[in-house]
């Protein structure tokens, strides 16, 4: 990818792909709790620029073991996805690449979980939407997918796996971005929910009203 300013009535040339002028190999193991990590696309985006200017895709092996070519040393957002897509790629890593032809760099998946129950007036709540998103408002690969996004189950039930320590805000009961609501029930918020290094904050009870108008 590259970033490309076009003015009215000119032509813009563009060169993707062109052979990097200071390029570092970085690579290094996907793991879980010890246990290797198989089978995920493993991004990489440059700090300082264009989100996606010169990002780069590679993919844990059966060992868990990774490797990309990145263009230039610096500082570096690394994320961790179910596919080769943006929309699961919720877990993220900052990485600072020294000038250095070859760079290891092990890549461990937090362990932080939220879990807890939704009811509405009459019991448990299926199906509603949950957002789960960091109360310092940093923007973050977690923004572009939906691995912090959610829906109840059949029996209320909820969680989010894979949490960085820091305090969370929970969105509940709609969309929250303008795209539609559930109608069902009033929309909620809890914030202040503190999740400490690789530790479950669980047995969240979120109570449901009938909605409102106004």
Known sequence: ????????????HVVLGAKPKQPVRVHGRVSEAGAPVANKAVFAFAEGGALFQGMKLGRSDDSGRYEVLLDRPGDYVFGVSQDDSLSSAGTQFYVE????????????????????VVLGPDGPAAGVILRLVASEGLMGLDDLSESRRTNSAADGAF?????????????VGGDFD????DARFGQAVIDGLRIQ??????????????????
């Open 1 to 12: 990818t590259a970033t490309v300013e076009v003015a009215d009535g000119a032509e813009a």
């Open 197 to 214: 290094k690789d530790s479950a904050l669980e047995g969240l009870v979120v109570q449901l009203s009938t909605p409102g108008k106004l």
């Open 178 to 181: 303008g795209d539609g609501n």
């Open 159 to 171: 969680a989010f796996q894979h949490l960085d320590p820091g305090t969370y805000s929970l969105q």
């Open 97 to 116: 690449v020294p000038e250095v032809e070859e760079f290891e760099r092990d890549l461990a998946m937090p362990l932080g979980r939220l879990s807890g």
